[in-house]
């Protein structure tokens, strides 16, 4: 049993623990799986590039080529690594637990401290994807491939599924704990769900003052507005749409809770 398992690792890692995953794991398995044929691709792009250098024959676009595979390739890795446990671990503790603490480790390292940042890192390349488009980026090279703006917008949607990927595991790991009703895996998730919501709110209210403003307010300007601003608490200073988002997180955990109530009451 155990060389089979160490040939299903080495074979396919979307396989192992298949018997727990729920069908979001299974999602990011078919979907890893699709763009792993990237990889060989890759290696075809890579020796035709060096055959070709040789030859005298540089081709700038293969380069270009390679860097979009590798990217797309490696960013939907991180997914799959995430649903199959198959990233590194630096750890010298978490294989001697019991399985209940590898589960709350897990909650608490996916929720707590991954899918943050992961929401962080869509919030900062948005942008990026979104100046790029408006830009028409291109390649360096005037030979090389154009249209870079395709690479950078999946760039950006990746996060996205690797935020999928985070959640997926996220719950399959709560229900090894509890019943992984919605009010708790919100409210387990609590910082996840606050610093979504405040990202939902600053964008919310930005784009009302935007439509609602005058042609002569620039986007500069709504950003320096009286509701993007700060005030003190104690020696802290806070932005007012970080207690928005506070509060309507507060309040989306009340109205989930109430409706579950009356849904299981009914």
């Known amino acids: ?37 990237l990889f060989p691709a890759l290696m075809v792009a890579i020796c035709a590039q060096v055959v070709l250098r040789q030859a005298g024959h540089n081709q700038a676009w293969l380069d270009d080529f390679q860097w979009w595979l590798y990217g797309a390739a490696v960013l939907v890795g991180i997914g799959y690594a995430v649903t199959t446990n198959s990233h590194v671990r630096v750890d010298i503790f978490y294989d001697n637990y019991s399985d209940e603490k590898k589960a709350r480790t897990e909650v608490v390292a996916l929720v707590w401290l991954f899918l943050p940042f992961i929401l962080l890192s869509w919030d900062v390349t948005f942008h990026y994807a979104v100046a790029s488009v408006v830009a028409d980026e291109g390649s360096d090279s005037p030979n090389g491939l154009h249209n870079l703006w395709i690479l950078k917008v999946f760039m950006n949607a990746a996060f996205l599924f690797i ?90 955990l009340i109205l989930v809770r109430l409706f579950s109530g009356r849904r299981s009451g009914a």
């Open 163 to 252: 935020a999928f990927a985070i959640w997926a595991a996220y719950v399959r790991n709560l229900s090894k704990l509890t019943e992984p009703t919605l009010f708790k895996q919100l409210l387990v998730a609590f910082p996840t769900v606050w610093f979504a919501m405040n990202l939902a709110c600053y964008y919310a209210i930005w784009w009302f003052l935007r439509l609602t403003s005058g042609p002569d307010v620039s986007a500069r300007d709504i950003g320096r507005m009286d509701i993007f601003d700060e005030f003190e608490l104690g020696p802290y200073e806070i932005k007012y749409t970080v207690v928005i988002a506070l509060v309507a997180t507060i309040v989306l």
């Open 1 to 37: 049993m155990q060389k089979t398992e160490e040939l299903i690792q080495l074979s396919d890692p979307g396989e192992v623990g298949r018997a727990e995953h729920n069908r979001g794991d299974r999602i990011v398995v078919w979907i890893s799986n699709f763009f792993a044929w």
